[in-house]
Every structure is written in structure tokens, then in C-alpha cells.
């Protein structure tokens, strides 16, 4: 496979949906949560947004996944 040095290995290529709305809600969690803290001030520039990105507390990211996956399975 010539990409499976880009992807993740606890969910093989051959299951990923085409088009699933169920998938998006890891997105959504993550991305509602960094949006409400970058919005706290103003937006200077790209930096202000990476700075947050990096506070970002991995305990979030793994829910998330956790709630992902089975709903990819089913």
C-alpha cells in the first residue's frame, strides 16, 4: 500500500466510509474547544492560534478519538 507510512494503524484504509457524518464529531469536539479559546482576544495573526494549538491538552484529543471509533465500526 503506498500510504500506509501516512496512516494511522488502528483503523486499516479498507474500513474509512466515503462520506460519513458521524465521523465528523471528532472534529467538531476539537475544533469547538480550540475556537472558543482562541476567540477569548483578538486575533493578531497565525501565531496567536498556534499558541493555543499548543496548550492543547492531549486528554481532549484522545476523547475524542475514543468516541470516534466506534462509531466507525459501526
Do not use: C, G
Amino acid at each position: 500500500m503506498p500510504f500506509a507510512k501516512e496512516t494511522t494503524d488502528f483503523i486499516p484504509p479498507q474500513l474509512w466510509p466515503p462520506n460519513s457524518h458521524d465521523l465528523i464529531s471528532v472534529d467538531y469536539h476539537i475544533w469547538s474547544i480550540l475556537e472558543r479559546r482562541v476567540y477569548r482576544t483578538r486575533i493578531q495573526d497565525v501565531d496567536h492560534v498556534v499558541k493555543h494549538w499548543q496548550k492543547f491538552d492531549q486528554k481532549i484529543i484522545d476523547w475524542a478519538i475514543k468516541q470516534w471509533q466506534p462509531r466507525l465500526q459501526a
